[in-house]
């Protein structure tokens, strides 16, 4: 079946620092979503890439979609504590709208203040 | 804004019991799905549902069903519990968009049911 991988699965950065996370599907992804998940929290959509090769930004944050539309990355410029948590990368299990998701391992923000 | 609501938040049973967890969507979504997280892990899919009928399957037992009703409303139910069937439970809704070319369909998550299985 259809497997996301994420690396690296915990990220120590001081903060100011640039962080980035990168995520690879064993499949071409029809889309791929980006989610944030704050400890004892639930997953907070952040983005939605589609195109091949699309590059979105959101304040400090960069999110990209591989050429093949097989992996993605997404980079944040001067961390700060606030962005502490587990970014998810998704992708949906066949392409149909109502298909679930296949969530990566997650990465683990760890910023040290 | 409205946002996807979970009851129970917390739900605390015993071996071979049965549960069930209900899930009120966002306001006019049309697709409905749930998650099940174990501790450190991330989020496995079970099923969907659009427009009230079953869409997608993931990893979801059979001693689990799910429906979704009239009003939007989803319920999942668990049956014959185990050990380890305790974890978070997310529901989460979406209103699919777009073309056959590019379909967002954005999902947003409830804040989760926490199963305990003693």
């Known amino acids: 079946g259809q497997q996301v991988m994420q690396i690296p699965q915990y990220q120590h950065v001081q903060e100011g620092e640039d962080f980035t996370t990168y995520c690879n599907s064993s499949?071409?992804?029809?889309?791929i979503q980006w989610y944030k998940q704050r400890p004892g929290g639930h997953p907070v959509f952040l983005i939605q890439?589609?195109?091949?090769?699309e590059v979105k930004k959101q304040k400090r944050l960069t999110f990209q979609f591989g050429e093949a539309k097989k992996n993605s990355s997404l980079h944040i410029t001067a961390t700060q504590t606030t962005d502490v948590g587990t970014y998810f990368c998704?992708?949906?299990?066949?392409?149909?709208?109502?298909?679930?998701?296949?969530f990566g391992k997650g990465t683990h923000l760890i910023i040290q203040p | 804004a409205a946002g996807v609501i979970q009851s129970p938040r917390h739900l605390i049973k015993e071996k071979r019991e049965t549960a069930t967890l209900k899930c009120y969507p966002i306001p006019r979504h049309d697709t409905v799905y749930w998650y099940q997280q174990g501790p450190g892990q991330d989020p496995q899919f079970l099923i969907s549902f659009y427009e009230k009928m079953q869409s997608d399957k993931g990893s979801i037992p059979d001693r689990f069903s799910a429906q979704q009703f009239s009003d939007y409303h989803s319920e999942l139910n668990m049956s014959s519990l185990e050990l380890g069937d305790s974890a978070l439970y997310f529901c989460a809704s979406s209103l699919i968009a777009g073309t056959s070319a590019h379909i967002y369909n954005e999902q947003f998550f409830g804040p989760g049911t926490r199963l305990t299985v003693l």
């Open positions: 998704a992708g949906p299990m066949s392409g149909g709208g109502a298909d679930g998701l296949t």
């Open positions: 890439l589609v195109k091949s090769g």
């Open positions: 499949t071409t992804l029809s889309n």
